[in-house]
């Protein structure tokens, strides 16, 4: 090789990567499109008769987790159904497995794509059902991409949804 | 030998098994698992699933339901062919059928055994259509609700009900696919609430509505316990979750329960997370309680008794235990007591018992300590007298019933009040409150006059019950020490002790009124006993106790507590007990803690007594703490914390340590354990002589000529300030009743529900009255333990067989 080509090289490289866009983009003010089979947080979906949580306060989620994330505290309704007084979900454990939703019988939990995670407060990180219907609702745009086969792997992504 | 065991070949494997046993428990005794239904250890062989069935040869050419099969010589089974596993699943698909599939709903998921054999069995879809049953769930009482949709119609409830707890309930309903379960003598399940139903069910088709929805079974921590609320002891499994008890279940078939509960054991926990518990210490600034640290309130208890024992004297203080504490709670107090303090008031309030128990000793020695209920059980005649046992000490009750139903025991019956144990007696009879210790003398051989007026027992019922007593090799003679006792207990156990005198084979057997009152007598909780019930002036007790303590023991017995209080009290440390709400005389007793210099009260609810108090600590339930009951039969009942305390609460005989502490002496507890050792090395039990000598008791007054007799005897829903905070208990008896006869009710023109006022001499109380079969003409029924009627309203004294006066408000 002649004397000076690897200087050459180097240089090329540095030309053409420098007049490429940048990679980074100026988080939180832009936030870049996430693939779509992306791990979020998990979601709630609501139910279309009482509006709220779908969940029939089953347990099988809390008893799933690996990291003790769910607590659902049930209680009986005036009809003799279980009412769920309350579900919470620390986010600040949870490790994304998804036991919780396989191990759901109704499909209350829901996958979604948000990883807007960051609070000042770790009690932030403790939410609870009305707070993950809204992140499953806010999923809404992403979920019908999702359905539109968007970009490479689609047939991947379709059979992660069919199960 | 051979007679008593059979030997039979079992998959190949040849065991040994007792004549009699199944084939079933022959399976069992060698681990082969044979998959089972409608088995209950509890309950005799029924047959009615078919799930265990085996090929047995030779026997019939046909599969066998092991469970009913007696085991037999040369037998050979076989419990795992190809034809027995289909059967098996067959029978579980045929169940599917019409069970729904509400497993994520059901409160049963995770103890289901139906839903275990499922996945044994690796059913994953039913070869045919499934048809579930839609009816709704039907609310059978306050506390019991059943959902027919999941029954699959194997009868333990109905057996249950029947067998072990005589009440038979509930019952088959309609036939063939029609069949149902359903109370089975009015719309209303009008039972004994004891749950064991709901216990027994193999599914979820029987369900306790205070624990319907609020936890799945596998997310509860299992804490093995004692039952808090009577003195049979009966052992708990406590189910907590998030540091609440969601329910309490039966747990294994040992004494002294065998395996089953009461309304008291199944559904009276919830007190322990009663919104009205005591939480922190509280401390009087300005005539108020107020909320303080812990360390401000032991300074301010450290510096009022030091004060105390320094301006007057040891004599000046006293400490009062209590049955419903633990061993090593009184033992505590009572080291601290006589250890630190140097003073021998020691007071328990649970006077029924500990007056039995010391007129048994004085007549019959030691040897009438507490003996245990299979000796009750295998006596060949079993006499209860005064109250009704099966009110008391539910459990002992139904299994004297089945002694006496199953084992040919001879049942004779002399409570004051109808029971359910009538309908197993041989006799029974209803005997006058007031006249039970002349009964017994009666029994015993003396010679009563006017025996008729006095008991209102004739003279055939007399005489039939004594020629049975008379006959019998053993008799266990049984009553229950509760408030009907008070001012006639020591007659009574005097009754009894004629009646030992008088026949070598009876046995006597006094059922404390409360969860630990054999404990405090045992342990000493009087101002002349000490640990071991031995007495005070005993020299070599005394040393033992001294050298235990590091410190003299007084030699000088402590005084009686109405003259303490009354007398020189100037401090009062009281743990767990309501020393005004208990007293024949509350005014008096409220006036004496007023003028008092330091009253220190320790509990778990508030009460007459911390209300008085200068200083109140919060003391823990029993699912709080670890420690030991003592049951009528003088058994360890042992307790493990399940929950931790609630707020700033403390297990007692930590309070007492700490107190101690702050009073310059540290035991060095830091847990339950070394206590249990320590009061275990000091429980030996003295060998004292009686004086065997018969003694005439004194005569029952005869009944009022107009009016009524009261009776006042503990409910089976009613358990003291712990049970009036339980949820489900309140919901079986909301409030203070009072019952009486039909036709005196009809006389009086008083209705079901009305309000009533008894007037006595000692004062009166307003409430509601119950129409009830089980009262007798001419007697009132005032059931004890609730907090706003008490008996001793009535009259301080002694109100059971006090003359009382009905009004219909």
């Given at each position: 090789?002649?004397?000076?080509?690897?200087?050459?090289?180097?240089?090329?490289?540095?030309l053409?990567?420098?007049?490429?866009?940048p990679?980074?983009?100026?988080?939180?003010e832009?936030?870049r499109?996430?693939?779509?089979?992306?791990?979020g947080q998990?979601?709630?979906?609501?139910?279309?008769?009482t509006?709220?949580?779908t969940?029939?306060?089953?347990?099988?989620?809390?008893?799933?987790?690996?990291?003790?994330?769910?607590?659902?505290?049930?209680?009986?309704?005036a009809?003799?159904?279980?009412?769920?007084?309350?579900?919470?979900?620390?986010?600040?454990?949870c490790?994304f497995?998804?036991?919780c939703?396989?191990?759901?019988?109704?499909?209350?939990?829901?996958r979604t794509?948000?990883?807007?995670?960051?609070t000042?407060?770790?009690?932030?990180?403790?939410?609870?059902?009305q707070?993950?219907?809204?992140?499953?609702e806010?999923d809404?745009?992403?979920?019908?991409?999702?359905?539109?086969?968007?970009?490479?792997?689609?047939?991947i992504?379709?059979w992660?949804?069919?199960? | 030998?051979s007679?008593?065991?059979?030997t039979?070949?079992?998959?190949?494997?040849e065991?040994?098994?007792?004549?009699?046993?199944?084939?079933?428990q022959?399976c069992?005794?060698?681990?082969?698992?044979?998959p089972?239904?409608?088995?209950?250890?509890r309950?005799?062989p029924y047959?009615?699933c078919?799930?265990?069935?085996?090929e047995v040869?030779?026997?019939?050419?046909r599969?066998?339901?092991?469970?009913t099969?007696?085991?037999?010589?040369?037998?050979?089974?076989?419990?795992?062919?190809?034809?027995?596993?289909d059967i098996?699943?067959?029978?579980?698909?045929?169940?599917?059928?019409?069970?729904?599939?509400?497993?994520?709903?059901?409160?049963?998921?995770?103890?289901?055994?139906?839903?275990?054999?499922?996945?044994?069995q690796?059913?994953?879809?039913?070869?045919?259509?499934?048809v579930?049953?839609?009816h709704?769930?039907?609310?059978?009482?306050?506390?019991?609700?059943?959902?027919?949709?999941?029954?699959?119609l194997?009868?333990?409830?109905?057996?249950?009900?029947?067998?072990?707890?005589?009440?038979?309930?509930?019952d088959?309903?309609?036939?063939?696919v029609?069949?149902f379960?359903?109370?089975a003598?009015?719309?209303?399940m009008?039972?004994?609430?004891?749950?064991?139903?709901i216990?027994?069910?193999?599914v979820g088709?029987?369900?306790?509505?205070?624990?319907?929805?609020?936890?799945?079974?596998?997310?509860?921590?299992?804490?093995a316990?004692?039952?808090?609320?009577?003195?049979?002891?009966?052992?708990?499994?406590?189910?907590?979750r998030?540091?609440?008890?969601?329910?309490?279940?039966s747990?294994?078939?040992?004494?002294?329960?065998?395996?089953?509960?009461?309304?008291k054991?199944?559904?009276?926990?919830?007190?322990?997370n009663?919104?009205e518990?005591?939480?922190?210490p509280?401390?009087?600034?300005?005539?108020?309680?107020?909320?303080?640290?812990?360390?401000?309130?032991?300074?301010?208890?450290?510096?009022?008794?030091?004060?105390?024992?320094?301006?007057?004297?040891?004599?000046?203080v006293?400490?009062?235990?209590s049955?419903?504490t633990?061993n090593?709670?009184?033992?505590?107090l009572q080291?601290?007591?006589?250890?630190?303090?140097?003073?021998?008031n020691?007071?328990?309030?649970?006077?029924?018992?500990?007056?039995?128990?010391?007129t048994?000793?004085?007549?019959?020695?030691s040897?009438?300590?507490?003996?245990?209920?299979s000796?009750?059980?295998?006596?060949?005649?079993?006499?209860?007298?005064?109250?009704?046992?099966?009110?008391?000490?539910n459990?002992?009750?139904?299994?004297?019933k089945?002694?006496?139903r199953?084992d040919?025991?001879?049942?004779?019956?002399?409570?004051?009040l109808?029971?359910?144990?009538?309908d197993?007696?041989?006799?029974?009879?209803?005997?006058?409150?007031?006249?039970?210790?002349?009964?017994?003398?009666a029994?015993?051989g003396?010679?009563i006059?006017?025996?008729?007026a006095?008991t209102?027992?004739?003279?055939d019922?007399?005489t039939?019950?004594?020629?049975?007593v008379?006959?019998?090799?053993?008799?266990?003679?049984?009553?229950?020490?509760?408030?009907w006792?008070l001012?006639?207990?020591?007659a009574?156990?005097?009754?009894?002790?004629?009646?030992?005198l008088?026949?070598?084979?009876?046995?006597?057997?006094?059922?404390?009124?409360?969860?630990?009152?054999?404990?405090?007598?045992?342990?000493?909780?009087?101002?002349?006993?000490?640990?071991?019930?031995?007495p005070?002036?005993?020299?070599?007790?005394?040393?033992?106790?001294?050298?235990?303590w590091?410190?003299?023991?007084?030699?000088e017995?402590?005084?009686a507590?109405?003259?303490?209080?009354?007398g020189?009290?100037?401090?009062?440390?009281?743990?767990?007990?309501?020393v005004?709400?208990?007293?024949?005389?509350?005014?008096?007793?409220?006036?004496?803690?007023e003028?008092?210099?330091?009253?220190?009260?320790?509990?778990?609810?508030?009460?007459?007594?911390?209300?008085?108090?200068?200083?109140?600590?919060?003391?823990?339930t029993?699912?709080?703490k670890?420690?030991?009951?003592?049951?009528?039969?003088?058994?360890?009942?042992?307790?493990a914390?399940?929950?931790?305390?609630?707020?700033?609460a403390?297990?007692?005989w930590?309070?007492v340590?700490?107190?101690?502490?702050?009073?310059?002496?540290?035991?060095?507890?830091?847990?339950?354990?070394?206590?249990?050792?320590?009061l275990?090395?000091?429980?030996?039990r003295?060998?004292l002589?009686?004086?065997?000598?018969s003694?005439?008791?004194?005569?029952?007054?005869?009944?009022?000529?107009?009016?009524?007799?009261?009776?006042?005897?503990?409910?089976?829903?009613?358990?003291?300030?712990?049970?009036?905070?339980?949820?489900?208990?309140?919901?079986?008896?909301p409030?203070?009743?009072?019952?009486?006869?039909a036709?005196d009710?009809?006389?009086?023109?008083?209705?079901?529900?009305?309000?009533?006022?008894?007037?006595?001499?000692?004062?009166?109380?307003n409430?509601?009255?119950?129409?009830?079969?089980?009262?007798?003409?001419?007697?009132?029924?005032?059931?004890?333990?609730f907090?706003?009627?008490?008996?001793?309203?009535?009259?301080p004294r002694?109100p059971?067989?006090?003359?009382?006066?009905v009004h219909?408000?």
């Open positions: 090789m002649p004397l000076g080509s690897g200087v050459l090289t180097g240089l090329k490289t540095v053409m990567v420098g007049r490429r866009k990679s980074t983009v100026m988080y939180p832009h936030v499109d996430i693939g779509y089979r992306f791990r998990v979601g709630m979906r609501r139910d279309e008769v509006g709220g949580m969940c029939v306060g089953c347990g099988l989620c809390e008893t799933a987790c690996p990291n003790d994330v769910i607590r659902v505290d049930t209680s009986e309704n009809d003799g159904t279980r009412f769920v007084d309350r579900y919470l979900f620390d986010v600040g454990r490790v497995c998804y036991f939703i396989e191990a759901c019988p109704v499909d209350a939990l829901q794509h948000d990883f807007h995670l960051v000042e407060d770790r009690r932030g990180l403790l939410i609870d059902g707070k993950m219907i809204e992140i499953y806010n809404q745009a992403y979920r019908e991409a999702e359905q539109h086969n968007i970009g490479p792997g689609a047939a992504a379709n992660f949804e069919r199960g | 030998m007679s008593e065991t059979v039979l070949t079992i998959d190949g494997q065991v040994q098994v007792p004549r009699g046993a199944t084939v079933l022959a069992e005794s060698i681990g082969v698992e044979i089972t239904l409608c088995t209950d250890p309950l005799k047959g009615a078919r799930m265990c069935v085996v040869q030779p026997g019939p050419p599969p066998t339901a092991s469970c099969t007696p085991a037999g010589d040369g037998m050979t089974v076989v419990t795992d062919s190809q034809s027995i596993k098996r699943k067959h029978v579980i698909e045929l169940q599917l059928q019409h069970h729904p599939l509400d497993c994520p709903y059901c409160d049963q998921a995770g103890t289901c055994e139906l839903q275990d054999e499922v996945f044994d690796e059913i994953f879809q039913s070869p045919y259509e499934t579930p049953k839609a709704p769930e039907e609310i059978l009482n306050e506390v019991i609700l059943i959902n027919h949709n999941r029954c699959i194997c009868g333990r409830c109905v057996r249950m009900c029947d067998e072990q707890i005589g009440v038979r309930a509930l088959f309903v309609e036939r063939a029609g069949t379960i359903a109370p003598q009015h719309e209303f009008d039972c004994e609430r004891c749950g064991m139903c216990e027994t069910c193999p088709a029987l369900l306790s509505r205070p624990f319907k929805h609020a936890a799945r079974s596998w997310q509860t921590e299992k804490t316990s004692t039952c808090p609320h009577c003195a049979v002891g009966c052992s708990l499994l406590v189910e907590s998030h540091g609440s008890v969601v329910r309490t279940r747990n294994g078939l040992e004494e002294p329960d065998r395996g089953i509960l009461c309304a054991g199944f559904f009276g926990h919830s007190f322990v009663s919104g518990r005591i939480t922190e509280l401390v009087r600034r300005n005539g108020a309680l107020q909320p303080a640290s812990w360390s401000e309130a032991l300074n301010v208890i450290s510096a009022g008794l030091r004060e105390v024992l320094d301006a007057h004297g040891p004599q000046a006293g400490v009062v235990g049955p419903n633990t090593e709670d009184n033992y505590t080291r601290f007591a006589r250890a630190v303090l140097g003073t021998n020691v007071y328990s309030q649970s006077s029924g018992l500990h007056a039995a128990a010391r048994l000793r004085a007549v019959l020695g040897a009438a300590g507490p003996r245990s209920q000796e009750l059980l295998e006596s060949d005649v079993i006499l209860v007298v005064g109250a009704d046992i099966g009110q008391t000490h459990v002992v009750g139904a299994h004297v089945q002694a006496a199953d040919g025991r001879t049942l004779l019956v002399a409570t004051r109808a029971s359910g144990l009538d197993f007696a041989t006799v029974a009879a209803r005997v006058r409150p007031g006249a039970e210790a002349v009964l017994l003398s029994l015993a003396a010679d006059p006017n025996m008729h006095l209102g027992i004739d003279a019922t007399l039939a019950m004594r020629s049975r008379q006959a019998a090799g053993t008799v266990a003679v049984v009553w229950d020490t509760g408030v006792t001012g006639k207990a020591e009574i156990a005097q009754g009894a002790a004629n009646l030992a008088a026949h070598d084979g009876v046995k006597l057997f006094p059922l404390p009124e409360r969860a630990n009152a054999a404990g405090t007598f045992l342990l000493g909780m009087a101002p002349d006993l000490l640990p071991g019930a031995r005070l002036s005993d020299d070599e007790a005394r040393r033992q106790a001294s050298d235990a590091g410190a003299p023991v007084p030699a017995p402590g005084l507590f109405d003259d303490f209080i009354d020189p009290m100037q401090a009062l440390y009281v743990m767990g007990e309501d005004v709400g208990g007293s024949a005389n509350p005014q008096g007793a409220q006036a004496a803690l003028r008092a210099r330091l009253v220190v009260a320790q509990d778990i609810f508030m009460n007459a007594t911390t209300e008085a108090a200068d200083v109140v600590l919060p003391g823990a029993f699912a709080e670890g420690g030991h009951f003592t049951n009528f039969e003088g058994r360890l009942g042992r307790l914390p399940a929950i931790p305390p609630v707020g700033k403390r297990p007692d930590e309070i340590a700490r107190v101690s502490a702050a009073m310059g002496a540290d035991f060095g507890w830091r847990s339950h354990e070394p206590i249990s050792t320590e275990a090395g000091l429980m030996q003295p060998s002589p009686g004086s065997r000598e003694a005439a008791v004194n005569g029952a007054a005869p009944a009022p000529a107009d009016g009524f007799v009261l009776a006042t005897e503990q409910h089976l829903y009613t358990a003291g300030v712990s049970g009036r905070r339980a949820d489900s208990l309140t919901l079986m008896l409030e203070a009743v009072a019952e009486l006869n036709g009710a009809q006389r009086l023109s008083i209705a079901h529900g009305d309000r009533i006022r008894l007037s006595a001499d000692g004062g009166e109380v409430l509601k009255a119950l129409v009830a079969d089980r009262v007798p003409p001419g007697v009132v029924s005032l059931p004890d333990r907090l706003e009627a008490a008996p001793r309203q009535l009259d002694a059971d067989g006090a003359a009382v006066r219909k408000v």
